[in-house]
């Protein structure tokens, strides 16, 4: 009997010895829609190695896509994978996962909304059949190594996790990638190659099949696209980042010869750059698909480029101007490795604590069976509901707390400031010192903001002056040709003429012969007429 249909994995406890709990999962038919070849496991709960040997699944040969909800696989190991050799399509979004093993089989992979921050492949020489893969939002803190092995992956997403640096020849060994999408990760620094000292900075990446590339919303500040090699290349998304410019040239973006529509709202550009790139954006007939609120530009004292806001080029102070942090660069590099060390501490017990409360509510969960899970399910429901009640009273009540702190502040300075004005007292070493930190801490950040202006700027002049040089290299390399030329054409004309002078000799010769001796008047008449033309062109050439 063949049945299409989207089947429900239930848990099934068989009663056994305390040391000894085998597990069997099979698939049902549901009360819900029907979808051919699809298997739904709920509460898959494995959260040690004795568990997952304990799991047995009872799923036909003919279901060849398995989606798990609401379970708990920290680690979704080998051993593991081994019982879903036929499946082909894997969606295990939301399951706790730290580590995940991708096996050659695999066709589709959905793994977002877990903590995976390592990935296991199969053994090496294996190929990949991978079409789509998605790790959106995970703790991923750097690419992983793909290789040579997925030859047939075209989407693949990365977004919502740790990557601060990427080097895109990490993807080059994807030669059918179409899809990349690198937002929200808090890029800082995307390069074309791994930095090594063997490599050179010049070096560029081919992407010969990509067709769409996402770096929204992240924190770039400039990107080198000169050595993009991307002929298939759609669509560019550059929204929500620091950007002030696309190094080399604005029109570098015409190296995307199949490019049909970029976004790239959001950032901080500089007018004059961006005005080249807008020009050459329409002579390409490139869509633009988004645009940055009036209000920003206003807000933002920028000036807005057909709905896109930019900064005027302007410089505060010179370059050679002396460094306004002077000794306290070292200060503020241990100030921020110290912060980072304990936001890193941080996030490492917030995750501990975060797993250790959800292992113990999957236990507690793995215990109960029949009337008393559903009773579960509705508690779960109800304490989901309360939790919600609960943030939206304590989102008040901060908010509250706060507006009572702004007006103790402010009753407590207006309470000063009467006291000044009636007392006035000297002022104190103490208030000296405060303002003057205050205002050392102002000039600081006018400096910062300055500094990066100028740094800004010197990008945009040294941009400019590379411009210059290669227009006189190709003015240059032009007149070299036209020289080349006026030399060829000069030896032609000086070969061209030496034949003229042999022919018209050769003439003469001929008419000296054929006239007879005993005419002395006409013989003469030839023999001074062949003197004039030589001597003429004697002195033409001397």
Known sequence: MTITRILALILISTCAPTSYALVTYRCVVPDTPVIKATCLVRDVILGTVANIEDASFSIDMHYVALTMVDGFIPDFTRQLARQFTQVQDLTVDAMGIRKMYIWGNLEQLSARNNSIRALDFASIGVEHRLRSLRLDD????????????????????????????????????????????????????????????????????????LKHLSLASNRLITVNISGWEMPSLVSLDLSNNDLYL????????????????????????????????????????????????????????????????????????????????????????????????VQYSYDQVE???????????????????????????EIKRELVRLRHALDTET????????????????????????????????????????????????????SIESLRRKVQNYVYETSERDKRIRRYGERID?????????????????????????????????????????????????????????????????
């Not at 990427?166 to 179409?178: E, H, K, P």
């Not at 236990?363 to 579960?376: C, N, P, T, W, Y």
């Not at 901060?398 to 009572?404: P, S, T």
Request: overall charge negative.
């Open 395 to 446: 989102a008040q009540l901060e908010r509250l707390e706060e507006r009572i702190e702004r007006a103790v502040i402010e009753l407590g300075q207006s309470i000063d400031e009467l006291r000044e004005r009636a007392v006035r007292p000297k002022p104190t070493l103490d208030a000296v010192r405060q303002q003057t930190i205050g205002d050392s801490i102002e000039r600081i950040k006018t």
């Open 138 to 209: 995970n703790e991923l803190s750097s690419v992983p190594l793909f290789g040579k092995s997925f030859n047939e992956l075209k989407y693949l997403s990365l977004e919502g996790n740790r990557l601060e640096e990427v080097a895109l020849d990490s993807f080059t060994g994807l030669g059918q990638l179409q899809s990349l999408s690198l937002a929200r990760n808090g890029l800082i620094v995307v390069e074309s190659t791994t930095r090594a000292p063997a490599r050179s900075i010049h070096q560029g990446v081919q992407l010969l099949k």
């Open 246 to 341: 696309l190094l080399d040239e604005a029109h570098q973006l015409g190296q995307f010869g199949a490019l049909l529509e970029v976004s790239y709202a959001g950032n901080d550009w500089q007018c004059s750059w961006l005005s080249e790139a807008q020009l050459m954006l329409r002579k390409r007939g490139i869509a633009v698909k988004d645009q940055d609120p009036a209000a920003r530009c206003d807000r933002e004292q920028m000036k807005s480029l057909n709905g896109i806001c930019c900064y005027e080029r302007a410089l505060d102070q010179e370059l050679n101007d002396k460094d306004p942090f002077g000794s306290r660069w070292e200060q503020l590099n241990e100030l921020r490795r110290r912060y980072e060390l």
């Open 351 to 377: 995750d501990a604590d975060l797993n250790l409360i959800t292992e113990r509510g999957h236990d507690l969960r793995a215990k109960l069976m029949g009337s008393v899970a559903q009773d579960q399910d």
């Open 478 to 542: 032009h007149l070299e040709d036209q020289l080349a030329e006026a030399q060829q054409l000069e030896n032609s004309l000086h070969r061209r003429a030496g034949d003229l002078t042999a022919r018209v000799d050769d003439a003469y010769r001929v008419i000296e012969e054929v006239i007879p001796r005993n005419s002395e008047e006409m013989y003469d008449r030839v023999r001074a007429s062949r003197f004039g033309a030589y001597s003429y062109q004697m002195r033409r050439h001397g």
